[in-house]
């Protein structure tokens, strides 16, 4: 799994993160507001308010992702930062990899290794009261989905 960080005009935020969602490039994308960053460009220290994207998805589809950033991106050097992850809670993992299953190809999983080789996962502990990713898959209204 991965964790790919990008900082964006905050008018840009949304469309960014809807697009990479509904696409299955990613499982979820936060959206930070309220980020100011200081930079150099082009020989002068900058300021900009920008909003921070935090998306989760799975190794194979970091490459897809962050073309895909850059085809949305109004900046001429978007900031776009993948961060490997060295542990993480198994039916999180899971549920990362079943959101993004329909972008996969090559019959992979998010991590990399042949579908059903993953560590296997739990079923998400609120699928017992009806929600969360194992609910949605069957088809129960899920409003509170891991982020």
Avoid at 56 to 70: A, S, Y
Avoid at 81 to 92: A, D, I, K, L, M
């Amino acid at each position: 799994m991965r964790i790919v960080y990008c900082t964006v005009p905050p008018e840009k935020a949304e469309e960014i993160a809807r697009a990479v969602v509904k696409e299955r490039l990613a499982a979820c994308a936060g959206i930070s507001d309220g980020i100011r960053s200081f930079y150099w460009w082009k020989g002068r220290m900058e300021n900009a308010g920008e909003s921070l994207l935090i998306m989760k998805t799975g190794r194979n589809l970091v490459r897809k992702l962050m073309e895909r950033i850059r085809q949305l991106h109004p900046y001429e050097v978007p900031e776009i930062v993948s961060v490997r992850v060295e542990e993480v809670f198994g039916p999180y993992a899971e549920w990362v990899r079943t959101e993004t299953d329909s972008a996969v190809g090559a019959g992979r999983d998010v991590c990399g290794k042949r579908q059903g080789n993953c560590s296997p996962a739990l079923p998400h502990p609120s699928a017992q009261r009806g929600k969360g990713p194992s609910a949605k898959r069957r088809r129960t209204p899920d409003r509170t989905a891991p982020r």
